[in-house]
């Protein structure tokens, strides 16, 4: 991966390019962004960086096989810690070395996708992915080792915040006593969500969104778009290069999400007053409920976009609205007078509060059904 390949976070590339020329290279290291602002992919060219010895801030320049060896993914001194799952094939204690193949391929063919399409990829079905104990102790042993080539190891822990308690606290034993010329990499979208203790032994970059102007030079370069499409497809991407890929793509899955979203609230005006549309409410919250745990947390996630763009239509910041619609008969504009200052707080606490017990493996149908219910208070709220 070239540094240059990356788009956007240049403070960061220079960071990191300038600690590995000069030998300051902290043993442990927090990368923290969005879905889409290109975490990973700055962590592969910087471990590539350090273990094929690259200077001038590129990873060209170093050793010819080592660089040859990281377009495979298969440079022995690299490895990866992620989230995984059961499946046909691994019935029972998964672990990141079980699911590697999978795993190169989904680099390689977009080291920008994020947690969902890695779940995708794995048919993870109704399961939530975490990162166990198990992967924890494999990552001792694959340290405790020599180095390939006689440098630096790496270690690349994606999604880091999906580790349960037990991994935490063994990975937080090899933070505090590091194998020599060892890199750990964690990378992470919410670092609030790991324990604390892993956040003081970390050095902390915090990345951002990818600006729209390199998203949309980006997709001209590669997808031969216009730039007045390219351009609109950036704006609506939100800093969320993956989002941008998906948007250009058949499969673009926030398709049905809204139309989920539309008949939700379309059924919640109705339910005022009326009790028969409570019905249509329960019927929802059973199609809603029939989706794996992660579709429905992602779907939530999407609900609460929604809200917020019809928030900032209706107080006038037009050029922050990215949604458009295409449900018929519906309007942003039309829907957005609904949402205001009195239920905004309200409506994303208890969205938020739904998400957290889906992830906590409540019963879906009458999580969501309780949110329904209380979706049709809020949004006649003045």
């Known amino acids: 991966?070239?540094?240059?390949?990356?788009?956007?976070?240049?403070?960061?590339?220079?960071?990191?390019?300038?600690?590995?020329?000069?030998?300051?290279?902290?043993?442990?290291?927090?990368?923290?962004?969005?879905?889409?602002?290109?975490?990973?992919?700055?962590?592969?060219?910087?471990?590539?960086?350090?273990?094929?010895?690259?200077?001038?801030?590129?990873?060209?320049?170093?050793?010819?096989?080592?660089?040859?060896?990281?377009?495979?993914?298969?440079?022995?001194d690299l490895?990866?810690?992620?989230?995984?799952?059961?499946?046909?094939?691994?019935?029972?204690?998964?672990?990141?070395?079980d699911f590697i193949k999978d795993w190169r391929e989904f680099i390689l063919t977009n080291p920008y996708a994020g947690l969902f399409d890695w779940y995708q990829k794995l048919d993870a079905k109704n399961k939530q992915g975490e990162i166990r104990v198990d992967d924890a102790q494999e990552t001792l042993k694959a340290l405790s080792l020599k180095s390939y080539e006689g440098g630096y190891k790496v270690m690349i822990v994606w999604m880091a915040e999906k580790m349960n308690i037990a991994a935490s606290n063994k990975l937080l034993k090899i933070l505090e006593e590091p194998p020599e010329k060892t890199l750990f990499i964690l990378i992470a979208e919410d670092e609030e969500d790991l324990i604390q203790t892993i956040r003081s032994r970390c050095q902390v970059l915090h990345f951002i969104g990818v600006p729209e102007n390199e998203i949309a030079k980006k997709l001209i370069e590669t997808k031969n778009l216009e730039p007045?499409?390219?351009?609109?497809?950036?704006?609506?991407?939100?800093?969320?290069?993956?989002?941008?890929?998906?948007?250009?793509?058949?499969?673009?899955?926030?398709?049905?999400?809204?139309?989920?979203?539309?008949?939700w609230v379309r059924a919640a005006f109705k339910a005022k007053g009326n009790a028969a549309a409570i019905h249509d409410l329960i019927s929802?919250?059973?199609?809603?409920?029939?989706?794996?745990?992660?579709p429905q947390k992602k779907f939530l996630n999407y609900c609460m976009e929604m809200f917020r763009q019809a928030l900032l239509l209706n107080y006038q910041a037009t050029s922050l609205v990215y949604m458009e619609p295409k449900i018929e008969k519906f309007k942003l504009e039309n829907f957005s007078p609904f949402v205001n200052g009195a239920n905004i707080g309200d409506i994303y606490h208890?969205?938020?509060?739904?998400?957290?017990?889906?992830?906590?493996?409540?019963?879906?149908?009458?999580?969501?059904?309780?949110?329904s219910i209380k979706l049709t208070r809020l949004i006649h709220k003045k």
């Not at 906590?360 to 309780?370: P, S, V």
Request: hydrophobic share 35%; with cysteine.
């Open 1 to 76: 991966m070239l540094f240059s390949e990356i788009l956007g976070q240049e403070h960061i590339k220079s960071h990191l390019t300038k600690s590995a020329d000069s030998g300051r290279i902290p043993h442990a290291q927090l990368f923290v962004g969005p879905e889409g602002s290109g975490t990973l992919a700055m962590a592969l060219a910087y471990s590539q960086y350090v273990l094929c010895k690259n200077n001038n801030s590129e990873n060209n320049s170093g050793n010819e096989a080592c660089n040859l060896k990281f377009a495979h993914l298969s440079h022995p």
């Open 79 to 97: 490895h990866f810690i992620y989230p995984t799952v059961t499946t046909e094939e691994v019935k029972k204690h998964p672990k990141s070395i």
């Open 228 to 263: 007045r499409e390219a351009q609109k497809v950036a704006h609506q991407s939100q800093g969320n290069f993956n989002k941008a890929l998906k948007l250009l793509s058949d499969a673009n899955e926030d398709e049905p999400f809204e139309k989920w979203f539309v008949l």
């Open 284 to 294: 929802w919250s059973e199609t809603i409920a029939g989706l794996g745990r992660e």
């Open 350 to 371: 208890e969205i938020s509060e739904a998400i957290y017990h889906i992830e906590r493996n409540g019963n879906a149908k009458l999580i969501l059904t309780d949110l």
